[in-house]
Each structure stands twice: as structure tokens, then as C-alpha cells.
């Protein structure tokens, strides 16, 4: 069983930064891929980045890629999503979670955190 623990979470200005990380304890963090997904208010939850146990693959949703960054510390058993150039349409629930094989479907990930809201004004 793996608990996941979102934060950094906040509200930004359009064109600004932040940093979400997420802590996980309870599994075997190293064996684990590692998405972060997003909500928006009366929309489905979607895909936003991945990263293998590795390190040495990731993969960004189209409408962030150039613009956010994936990455994990194995020995520290945290995942980040650095985000710069945010934009209002980036507002929503941020959500990290760990999955057994690589996939960007929500459906394929058993372990999930508790969410961070991220709001970006205009």
C-alpha cells in the first residue's frame, strides 16, 4: 500500500511558476511509475505528465509540454511537477499518482494523493 501526499499547491499569476512535489511512504516508491493528473470543475480528470522508475522517460499532455517538468528522487521517495508559464486554463486539482505499468489512462494507476489545488488568475 502506497500513500501519496500532494503539495505546493497555490494561487499564481498567468505567466508565473509553481512547484508541486508529492511524498509517498508506505510501498516501494523505486518500482512504481509516476503520473500527475489534473481536475477542473465540471470536467474530467486528464492526464497531465508521467515518468518511468528510471527517470529516463517522461511524457507531457500536449497543452503542457515545454511548459511543465517531471521529475522523482528515488531515494527520497518524492515526485515533482515544476510548472512555469502557467496559464488560467492550467487551474484545477492536481492530483500525483503510482501505477504498475506506463500508462496515461487514469484507470491504470492503483494509488492515489488527496490533491492540490492550483489556481492561475489572469
Known amino acids: 500500500q502506497v500513500q501519496l501526499v500532494e503539495s505546493g499547491g497555490g494561487l499564481v499569476q498567468a505567466g508565473g511558476s509553481l512547484t508541486l512535489a508529492c511524498a509517498a511512504s508506505g510501498g516501494t516508491f523505486g518500482s512504481y511509475v509516476m503520473g500527475w493528473f489534473r481536475q477542473a470543475p465540471g470536467k474530467e480528470r486528464e492526464f497531465v505528465a508521467i515518468?518511468?522508475?528510471?527517470?529516463?522517460?517522461?511524457s507531457y499532455h500536449g497543452s503542457v509540454q515545454g511548459r511543465f517538468t517531471i521529475s522523482r528522487d528515488n531515494a527520497k521517495n518524492t515526485v515533482a511537477l515544476q510548472m512555469n508559464s502557467l496559464k488560467p486554463e492550467d487551474t484545477a486539482i492536481y492530483y500525483c499518482a503510482a501505477a504498475a505499468i506506463w500508462s496515461r489512462s487514469p484507470n491504470s494507476y492503483d494509488y492515489w494523493g488527496q490533491g492540490t489545488q492550483v489556481t492561475v488568475s489572469s
Open positions: 515518468i518511468n522508475w528510471r527517470s529516463d522517460a517522461t
